[in-house]
């Protein structure tokens, strides 16, 4: 499946993404280009360490305390952080400021558009493997996968968009809308809403999304282990689980 396109399908794309056409009769496809797409989730509150991403390598990205050696942190940029389990307004605490092909094969997926004057009948899947999240601490990671998402059963988590809502043009050439569709963690299906932002980026067409949930939810709905999330979940010290994609599509070729 090719991720490269002439300049005629660029541009009749472009004019669809952003609605300026009149509509199209040809269904649209658009996938996500992996090593320019990334996922995160951070915990609220974070207690200054508890947030993670699929693309590490990213220099707007910087690990939590109790981070491995070796582990980039830039203190002149670095925000102020807290670790008194105070909420946490800044979601997600370190957004991507430029796109670089140098995150890890960990996120997948195709958006299918069909009407693009008022937006009906936009579908489409985004996959994230879990075991691409990086939090800057190893044994964190590992006791996260094995132990907490079960990824060797569940090794996917995947957000399936039904419908977009509420579309609207912001300033310049950006999309707001609301996607609608199912959010599948753990092995468990459930509705979900995640605001959408979508723009011309020069790597391709950017789509940011955002969606929390309960934390209690990760043991009482999602059936995590109450034991591996004794302290966080059970105690109550977590009160949010932000999760998100910053995702590069990519019109399909022939």
Same mark, same amino acid.
């Given at each position: 499946?090719?991720?490269?396109?002439?300049?005629?399908?660029?541009?009749?794309?472009?004019?669809?993404?952003?609605?300026?056409?009149?509509?199209?009769?040809?269904?649209?496809?658009?996938?996500?280009?992996?090593?320019?797409?990334?996922?995160?989730?951070?915990?609220?509150?974070?207690?200054?360490?508890?947030?993670?991403?699929?693309?590490?390598?990213?220099?707007?990205?910087?690990? %939590?305390?109790?981070?491995?050696? @070796?582990?980039?942190?830039?203190?002149?940029?670095?925000?102020?952080?807290?670790?008194?389990?105070?909420?946490?307004?800044?979601?997600?605490l370190f957004p991507r400021m430029q796109v670089n092909a140098v995150c890890r094969t960990a996120v997948s997926g195709t958006v299918l558009l069909q009407d693009t004057l008022h937006w009906n009948g936009v579908r489409g899947e985004i996959t994230l493997?879990?075991?691409?999240?990086?939090? %800057?601490?190893?044994?964190?990671?590992?006791?996260?996968?094995?132990?907490?998402?079960?990824?060797?059963?569940?090794?996917?988590?995947?957000?399936?968009?039904?419908?977009?809502?509420?579309?609207?043009? @912001?300033?310049?050439?950006?999309?707001?809308?609301?996607?609608? %569709?199912?959010?599948?963690?753990?092995?468990?299906?459930?509705?979900?809403?995640?605001?959408?932002?979508?723009?011309?980026?020069?790597? @391709?067409?950017?789509?940011?999304?955002?969606?929390d949930i309960d934390a209690q939810d990760l043991t009482n709905k999602y059936g995590m282990s109450k034991v591996a999330l004794g302290l966080g979940v059970v105690l109550h010290r977590w009160k949010r689980l932000h999760m998100g994609v910053d995702v590069?599509?990519?019109?399909?070729?022939?």
């Open positions: 499946m090719a991720l490269t396109t002439s300049r005629g399908q660029l541009l009749v794309a472009t004019l669809a993404l952003f609605g300026v056409t009149t509509g199209l009769s040809a269904q649209l496809r658009w996938t996500v280009e992996p090593k320019t797409s990334l996922a995160w989730w951070q915990v609220d509150p974070h207690f200054n360490h508890l947030w993670a991403t699929t693309c590490p390598a990213d220099h707007s990205w910087q690990p %939590g305390e109790g981070r491995d050696p @070796g582990q980039y942190v830039d203190y002149k940029t670095r925000p102020d952080l807290r670790d008194n389990g105070g909420h946490e307004t800044r979601v997600p493997n879990p075991d691409s999240l990086f939090s %800057g601490l190893a044994f964190r990671d590992d006791f996260a996968r094995s132990m907490v998402l079960n990824t060797p059963r569940y090794p996917r988590i995947r957000f399936v968009i039904d419908s977009l809502i509420n579309v609207q043009k @912001g300033p310049g050439d950006t999309l707001h809308a609301t996607a609608v %569709g199912s959010f599948n963690l753990h092995g468990v299906t459930t509705p979900m809403q995640a605001p959408v932002l979508a723009w011309r980026d020069p790597a @391709g067409f950017r789509v940011q999304a955002m969606f590069i599509l990519q019109p399909q070729g022939d």
